[in-house]
């Protein structure tokens, strides 16, 4: 692993967590599927929720987002 | 009158121990005896309160004779691909290089770079693509896996991996800011690992 104290890698450096990194390398992974296999993996990693802020103990209008791994 | 009742049912599994090496690791305690013993000394009338340390589950033990085979547990988000396994040796592909675990090895904690895993049982070697993870061997020959992505190595399209790689390599060439850099560098590095997987 990194020396005691040493360099961070490149990424952690650029300011990026490591969930961020590995989300962005499975994406890339899941990219380079076959094709049965990569329609199967982009539809299982999709995801799709409403969002909506509460003000004066009442829900504002929702902002539905649905977005798969582009965002 | 069945108050002690838990603590006497425990007491013979305490004692009964099969015979062991000395060199034995034990399993960590279900209880903190200092503990348990202030309290009796305090209110011997009153069963001592469990401790978190009873509601887990203890490390288990560690032999000093080496087990033959090396048991596996590799899972992802969203499935486990071997649960319990007994293998021979796992390859894994550590920020620090391609990783030998047979069974007996030092526990240790590895952060895994995208690269192959590959699973040796007898002549039969599986191999997956992990995209990023980690790996956690435990002191008993307990190893367990955890990607967050892993594809067997016949699944990847060498098509996409090389047009992957130049417009990534186009991209580090043309970024500005760190992040894009960094990102640039990750696709890199990622087309680069599934190529040598694909050749490999």
């Keep these: 692993m990194a020396s005691a104290g040493g360099a961070a890698p490149f990424w952690r450096a650029a300011g990026m967590t490591y969930i961020t990194y590995s989300n962005i390398c499975a994406n890339l992974v899941r990219n380079c599927l076959k094709e049965p296999f990569k329609a199967e993996a982009i539809s299982r990693e999709k995801v799709h929720f409403s969002l909506s802020k509460w003000v004066d103990g009442k829900p504002e209008k929702p902002t539905v987002r649905s977005e798969g791994a582009d965002h | ?80 691909e071997l649960s319990a396994k007994e293998v021979d040796m796992v390859i894994v592909p550590a920020t620090t290089g391609q990783m030998g675990v047979l069974p007996g090895h030092v526990a240790t904690i590895a952060e895994l770079k995208p690269g192959v895993l590959s699973v ?10 992990i995209s990023s993870g980690f790996v956690f061997i435990h002191a008993n020959s307990v190893a367990d896996i955890i990607a967050v992505e892993a594809v067997p190595v016949d699944r990847i399209d060498a098509n996409l991996v090389q047009k992957g790689l130049q417009e990534f390599t186009q991209k580090l060439n043309s970024a500005t800011t760190d992040l894009e850099k960094a990102e640039a560098q990750i696709g890199v590095d990622v087309h680069s690992a599934l190529n040598s997987a694909l050749t490999g």
Excluded at chain 2, 13 to 26: I, N, Q, Y
Excluded at chain 2, 120 to 129: A, L, Q, S
């Design chain 2, 1 to 80: 009158m069945f108050r002690r009742a838990t603590t006497l049912l425990r007491r013979p599994l305490m004692g009964a121990t099969s015979r062991r090496f000395s060199t034995d690791l034990p399993a960590a305690p279900v209880e903190d005896s200092t503990f348990v013993e202030a309290w009796k000394k305090v209110s011997p009338n009153v069963d001592p309160p469990k401790t978190p340390l009873a509601y887990m589950k203890p490390r288990p033990a560690t032999p000093t004779s080496l087990p033959s085979k090396l048991t596996v547990n590799f899972v992802l988000p969203y499935a486990s």
């Design chain 2, 120 to 129: 040796h049982e007898g002549n039969d070697v599986t191999k997956y693509f």
